[in-house]
């Protein structure tokens, strides 16, 4: 067994390289170094991956569900969602599966349910109709989230019907204390927005334990941390949602958060192959590219993730890959 110290240093070195700032818009410069350590400091110290990581091998297991739910995007600049949270989501169900056997459901806006399926499909877990998902491994089922509403009816359906033992949000918006939605520059959303914040709403209410992972503070869960986000994102009291989760994981982009809290499991679990690959990594961005994903920060259809080439999350991934199999290691002695 690693040691708790050994896991501690690797979960304080996935937590360095992931939220190593590497982005082209202002607005996001010199933000995501201040808001993990407002959100460490809320949570009693980091590592926040290990943190986040430990939560979900607390509360889930074999056939236990977990949702986990996406989607940023604009009728006019991103119809089918984007490259940060998609990908993320896929490795992180995967890997979850994995790790604990239970049953992940994915959620996300009904434009953007085929973007997410051939992302999940390039990662390696299958789609299936939610009656074989829950029964059949390495599968997932995905779900349209509400814009409407009927969102808040919709949530406590989801809950009664599938009866989650946690929910995730990775790169989902969620509104202001007065009720309004903003992208990461301080804009209004579009209107057709899903409201996942009902589901997390309706969670919180009923116990349910829930993890948020965002880059900018405007994603469910900053709101643990909503003075900071005021404080040093410019827009930051407008746009910082309302939303707290149990654990909230910012990093550089959402999905590096996704696969940060994906190393972490793999070193708890002393499972390194959890690890989605390089080659995987490129497979997931072509292929919710090809499915009309955009990148979030140009608006094209490209292979960036944030304005950042995919070049740099496969070089990500690897390095997480590196640190967690290179740290699991015991007794190592070079021979000169």
Request: aromatic share 4%.
């Amino acid at each position: 067994m690693t040691a708790p110290e050994q896991l501690d240093l690797i979960g304080r070195h996935i937590d360095r390289l992931v939220t190593v700032e590497a982005r082209i818009s202002p607005n996001s410069r010199n933000v995501i170094v201040h808001l993990y350590e407002a959100a460490c400091a809320a949570q009693g110290g980091g590592p926040l991956s290990m943190l986040a990581a430990r939560q979900i091998l607390h509360h889930l297991g074999p056939g236990k569900v977990v949702f986990l739910t996406t989607g940023a995007g604009d009728p006019r600049f991103l119809p089918a969602g984007e490259t940060d949270g998609p990908p993320g989501v896929a490795a992180l169900a995967l890997a979850i599966h994995a790790a604990t056997g239970a049953v992940p459901i994915l959620l996300t806006e009904g434009p953007f349910c085929d973007n997410l399926a051939a992302t999940t499909l390039a990662v390696g877990l299958g789609i299936r109709p939610t009656e074989h998902a829950l029964n059949t491994a390495y599968t997932t089922a995905i779900l349209p989230l509400a814009h409407d509403e009927s969102a808040e009816q919709q949530a406590a359906s989801y809950l009664d019907t599938y009866q989650p033992a946690m929910v995730i949000s990775i790169e989902k918006i969620g509104p202001n204390k007065h009720g309004f939605a903003h992208t990461s520059t301080g804009t209004p959303t579009a209107a057709d927005r899903a409201r996942a914040e009902c589901l997390f709403d309706e969670a919180a209410r009923r116990g349910i334990p829930s993890l948020g992972i965002g880059d900018n503070g405007n994603e469910l869960g900053f709101g643990l941390i909503a003075d900071a986000v005021a404080k040093y994102k410019p827009n930051g009291e407008r746009l910082c949602t309302r939303v707290k989760t149990d654990v909230l994981v910012p990093a550089n982009t959402s999905n590096w958060g996704a696969y940060a809290v994906e190393a972490a499991l793999a070193a708890l679990v002393d499972k390194p192959e959890l690890m989605h690959s390089a080659e995987t990594e490129r497979r997931m961005i072509g292929a919710c590219v090809a499915a009309h994903g955009v990148d979030g920060s140009t608006g094209r259809h490209i292979l960036q993730v944030d304005g950042m080439p995919a070049d740099a999350s496969c070089a990500i991934v690897t390095m997480l890959g590196c640190i967690v199999r290179n740290g699991l290691v015991s007794g190592f002695k070079r021979a000169f």
